[in-house]
Every structure is written in C-alpha cells, then in structure tokens.
C-alpha cells in the first residue's frame, strides 16, 4: 500500500471515532449480551441502522442526534374522528429554527 494512501486512511479515521462517539453518546449503546445467532444478528441490525439514521440525519443538517431529538420533539400531529367519518388534524406551530432543519431534510 503507498504511503499516500495510508495517510489518507488515516486521515478519515475520525469518521469511524466519530460514529462510535455517536452510538455511545446520542444512540446511548450499551453492551448486551445475546446468546441466539438471530437475536445478535436482529440487535446489530437495528444499531447499525440507527447509525445510518443518525449519520444521515448529521451530515443533513449539521447538528447532533440528541440535538435534533430535543428541538423536534415538539412536533406532533393530532388526528380526531368524529362521527359521520369527519376527521379534524390539529398541527403545531414550526418555528424558524424548526423549519430551516426541516428545510433540510426535504420536507
């Protein structure tokens, strides 16, 4: 392997520190003990996945999964039937900071 490219691997081995900062910190990863092959398997699906997710949300918008959790949060829609099959849809008010995250997002 040439020099140059070792340096350059190396260089983006802050990518993979900051993942695993990320699923121990925003994702709050803890170690669990699974003994099935399906069981292991299913866990680190959803982890890694969750990972995905949270990278994805990051390089989006530039802020931290735990971040984002507490500003989006808030948003919640609230659908009510009534009879004779009448709904009424109660959304909440977006804020600037809320809708620029949004904005990103592609929604």
């Known amino acids: 392997m040439p020099a140059s490219e070792i ?9 993979v520190e900051q993942s695993f900062r990320m699923s121990k910190t925003d994702l709050r990863a803890r170690p669990i003990f ?6 292991i398997e299913a866990h680190l699906t959803i ?5 995905a997710i949270s990278r994805y949300l990051y390089q989006k918008t530039g802020i931290t999964t735990k971040k984002l959790i507490r500003i989006l949060r808030p948003l919640r ?3 009510i039937s009534l009879p004779a099959s009448q709904q009424i849809t109660a959304q ?3 804020n600037p900071q809320t809708q620029k995250i949004l904005d990103k997002l592609g929604h």
Not at 7 to 15: A, D, G, P, R
Not at 34 to 39: G, L, M, W
Not at 47 to 51: G, H, S, Y
């Open 7 to 15: 340096i350059s691997s190396y260089h983006e081995l802050w990518h």
């Open 34 to 39: 699974h003994r099935q092959k399906d069981a």
């Open 47 to 51: 982890v890694m996945t969750a990972l």
């Open 77 to 79: 829609e609230v659908t």
């Open 92 to 94: 909440p008010k977006i």
